[in-house]
């Protein structure tokens, strides 16, 4: 399988590098708040994390110059988008929803299915690099592209200031300044953490409390595999050693009734090829959520709510069309994903709740972010 | 430092155990207390009910001797598998390299049993997940504030799920701590001959924890135990009355820890 087939030699260059002084750098997440784990090799620091936000929302990090990280990890939507499934620089369609970009920082697993990426750094590696599907499609062209960057002073200024003994762009300084970047965008100012690690007992109402409630039920099951701090089973923080990596095949599909998902995209099994792992995919961050539509890995349930009806379905029954087929009878269903009966007032009990999740300031700083870049832009 | 009675062990195991007898602080007036957990291999379930992973905790350990006097043992602070009170134990699964070992040391004397708990006791049991320490940490061990950790998970495959955890826990909301000690505790309270402390191990015996269960078609034991007939025998199995959440006669019933030789 060529999917996201990546050269071993760009893991090696990431792997010979010597630490700059580690830095105490100026998290944004509250005081009481678990810190994230950063490697040793790339520690955080303000310099990095402007020079990766630079890369971040500029399209000449792409080879044919069409488009940013930015381009799908949109600001305005949690660094997700409204897309279905992504588009790649050279207009590839790609099979998966774009992740939203939430607490990277605290997770210990990257994108849809991927089990062996360990840390953003290595993760940075697939869109940059990444053949089947072209995301920003610069194999090969690494030179010229970084050339670009040793050619504007103000990148060179910002490379200087973010690693000083550079004197040109090469492929660690991206790596890390991206990854500093992306490591940088935590969300916990949302009603949801001031009710219920501030204390503050208005700061949700009572429907979304009822929902909160709901959420962390036996009938509902939905903190099983969105459970923690950041409502995934795919997160640690500082003090946390084991990593608890999970991925679920949640019943959207069983085409032909082969417990089969459509031959395009078999989720984790694509790496693994254990047939078990047929149609398995990581529980992504709830965080923001309300701003990521559309769900699933595929894109294919367009709102919340329909989220929640599919999940109280117990999966999803394709009737007609080419992937036709009772997902709630898939064999590899996870068996958290039994169904529930659910009334209209719970339904909007837990949307409300899922709204409660939002962080208006995170998504404020995130387009702050990109305009201060593009006022800054030289092109 | 004086040199501690020496322990031998095996060279052929099954268990890989992660030994840190070797750093210990040790005296003359200790003895150290090495309990080793095994998996007894299960009868051999339906693809998707394999692999089995289970994980516990290990609370208020004891050694008792022969008048039925019981003394604390003190764990050894061990991130990320245990500190001080509690261990984690993780036996063999997919997705987790494992702990078979709690490790600590007891005044020395004449012990007959060894109790521990199995879970984590109310006053831990619901304090602040920001705050939790290893291994008090685990997302994947716990349910909320309200609720507090799961104190065994047993995950068949994909087939079928055993979470034992305290019920009944009254709050204003699910991310609010009780006040009261839950009414269901859940807390099985388990004693074994005092030489899978020493010389010998625990076997946990999953065929008896299951022997109700058919993990193709049963529902799952999350939480209201009381309202299937194969969750009550599940916790029966622990010595766990399910109505009441409390042990039934000590819980010495329990048919799953059993002492056995190295």
């Known amino acids: ?22 830095t ?22 303000a310099a990095k994390v402007t020079l990766g936000r630079h890369l971040f929302f500029d399209v000449r990090l792409s080879w044919n110059g069409e488009q940013a990280c930015a381009s799908c990890h949109q600001p305005e939507h949690a660094f997700s988008e409204p897309r279905q499934t992504a588009v790649g620089s050279t207009g590839e369609r790609h099979a998966r929803n774009t992740l939203a970009l939430v ?13 062996g990426l360990r840390g953003i750094e290595a993760q940075t590696l697939v869109p940059l690099f990444g053949e089947d599907p072209v995301e920003l499609g610069i194999a090969g062209h690494e030179r010229e592209v970084f050339a670009r960057f040793d050619d504007d002073p103000d990148y060179r200024r910002r490379l200087s200031e973010a690693f000083p003994r550079a004197d040109a762009f090469a492929l660690q300084h991206v790596v890390d300044a991206l990854a500093c970047f992306v490591r940088s965008l935590t969300s916990f100012d949302t009603p949801f953490d001031r009710y219920a690690y501030a204390g503050e007992d208005d700061a949700m109402d009572e429907r979304a409390i009822r929902g909160l409630n709901h959420f962390f039920s036996e009938r509902f099951e939905c903190h099983h595999c969105h459970g923690g701090l950041n409502f995934t089973a795919s997160s640690t923080h ?63 349930l367009p709102d919340l709510g329909a989220v929640l009806d599919f999940y109280a379905a117990g999966g999803r029954n394709l009737t007609t069309g080419p992937y036709a087929g009772d997902g709630r009878a898939n064999a590899y269903k996870s068996q958290f994903v039994r169904g529930f009966d659910m009334t209209p007032e719970e339904r909007d009990d837990l949307l409300a709740f899922l709204h409660a999740l939002t962080d208006p300031s995170f998504v404020e700083r995130a387009v702050r972010s990109r305009l201060d870049v593009q006022a800054n832009r030289h092109l | ?36 957990f095994a998996l007894d291999p299960l009868p051999s379930l339906a693809p998707t009910a394999s692999p089995a992973t289970l994980r516990f905790y290990v609370s208020d350990l004891h050694m008792v001797n022969a008048h039925g006097q019981a003394t604390p043992v003190r764990l050894t602070a061990a991130p990320p598998y245990q500190d001080e009170r509690t261990a984690l134990v993780s036996l063999p699964g997919d997705d987790e390299s494992g702990n078979t070992v709690v490790h600590g040391t007891v005044p020395r004397g004449d012990y007959v049993h060894l109790e521990f708990l199995l879970g984590i006791p109310f006053a831990r049991n619901h304090g602040n997940p920001l705050q939790a320490a290893p291994p008090l940490d685990r997302p994947a061990m716990f349910w909320a504030w309200q609720s507090g950790h799961k104190f ?86 622990l010595g766990l009355d399910a109505g009441t959440g409390r042990c039934l006669a000590d819980c010495r019933g329990q048919r799953v820890f059993r002492a056995a030789r190295r």
Not at chain 2, 152 to 181: K, Y
Request: glycine fraction near 6%.
């Open chain 2, 152 to 237: 065994l998970r047993l995950d068949l495959g994909n087939a079928w799920s055993f979470h034992l955890g305290s019920t009944g826990c009254h709050s204003t909301s699910a991310v609010r701590p009780p006040q009261d000690e839950c009414r269901r505790p859940n807390l099985a309270r388990i004693r074994l001959p005092a030489a899978v402390a020493t010389d010998g191990q625990i076997e946990v015996d999953l065929g008896a924890l299951i022997a109700a269960v058919n993990p193709t078609t049963d529902e799952n034991c999350m939480g209201s135990y009381a309202d299937a007939d194969t969750c009550r025998r599940v916790l029966d199995a």
């Open chain 2, 1 to 36: 430092m004086k040199r501690c009675r020496s322990l031998s062990w095996p060279r052929k195991s099954i268990v890989i155990a992660a030994l840190a007898l070797g750093s210990q602080a040790c005296s003359p007036a200790t003895q150290p207390v090495t309990t080793r």
């Open chain 1, 238 to 300: 500082g003090d946390v050693a084991l990593p608890s990596t999970t991925f679920h095949n949640t019943g959207l599909y069983n085409v032909g009734g082969d417990n089969a998902y459509p031959d395009h995209d078999q989720g984790l099994y694509e790496l693994t090829e254990q047939p078990t792992d047929r149609g398995k995919f990581r529980a992504p961050t709830l965080r923001n959520v309300a701003l990521t539509a559309p769900y699933m890995h595929d894109g294919s």
């Open chain 1, 103 to 115: 607490n990277v920082a605290y997770s210990d697993a990257f994108m849809w299915a991927h089990p």
């Open chain 1, 1 to 22: 399988m060529t999917r996201l087939g990546l050269r071993s030699g760009w893991l090696a260059i990431l792997a010979a590098c010597t630490p700059p002084a580690p």
């Open chain 1, 24 to 45: 105490d750098y100026p998290w944004h997440i509250p005081a009481d708040y678990p810190r994230p784990v950063v490697p040793d090799r790339n520690p955080m620091t």
